[in-house]
């Protein structure tokens, strides 16, 4: 969708955000009740912040990724609902692909509950940790049933 280059979102009682998913805060730019959304669109920070932003803004492996410069850590609201601050996305497959060559994999672990309110978000961390063996043996477990199992007949018609 691209958020703030080619669409907004606007909350119920007229906030502005350059998404309807994105947290309220810190995304809200303006309230089309006081101003007009044209002026919301070109002169508020928080709207716009996909036409200005730079590689400056992220960090962790995004930051140090071939695609850095085109994917801007992906979706804004997915980052920064999980993480508490856009610029990494561990939501990522390329990601997990290049972190399995390495024999790591990522874990998310609950840092904060959220509030409860409209629009808000908990926080977690991203933890690494070896990619166990056992997962490439389930996957292949998985992948070529046993004989046993597949002579079961369909549970469906
Ligand atoms: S979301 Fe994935 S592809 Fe995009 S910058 Fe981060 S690691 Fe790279």
Redesign the pocket.
């Known amino acids: 969708m691209r958020a703030g280059q080619y669409v907004i979102g606007i909350e119920s009682d007229g906030k502005v955000k350059g998404c309807p998913s994105l947290p309220t805060e810190p995304y809200v730019g303006g309230n089309v009740r006081d101003q007009a959304v044209r002026e919301i669109w070109e002169t508020s920070p928080e709207v716009r912040f996909t036409r200005d932003r730079t590689t400056d803004e ?1 960090w ?9 410069e ?5 979706c804004s609201w997915t ?1 920064h609902c999980t993480l508490g601050r856009r610029g ?8 997990a692909k ?1 972190l399995e060559k390495q024999g790591i994999r990522e874990r998310l672990q609950k840092k904060e509950e959220a509030p409860q309110q409209p629009y808000d978000f908990g926080r977690y961390e991203i933890l690494e940790e070896p990619l166990p063996v056992a997962t490439s043996d389930a996957a292949a477990a998985t992948a070529a049933p046993s004989a046993e199992n597949s002579a079961r007949p369909d549970p469906l018609p």
């Not at 085109?70 to 992906?74: E, I, L, W």
């Not at 990494?88 to 990601?95: D, E, G, S, V």
């Open positions: 992220l962790g492996f995004c930051k140090t990724c071939y695609y850095a085109t994917c801007m850590a992906g980052a990494n996305n561990p939501f990522c497959y390329h990601r290049q």
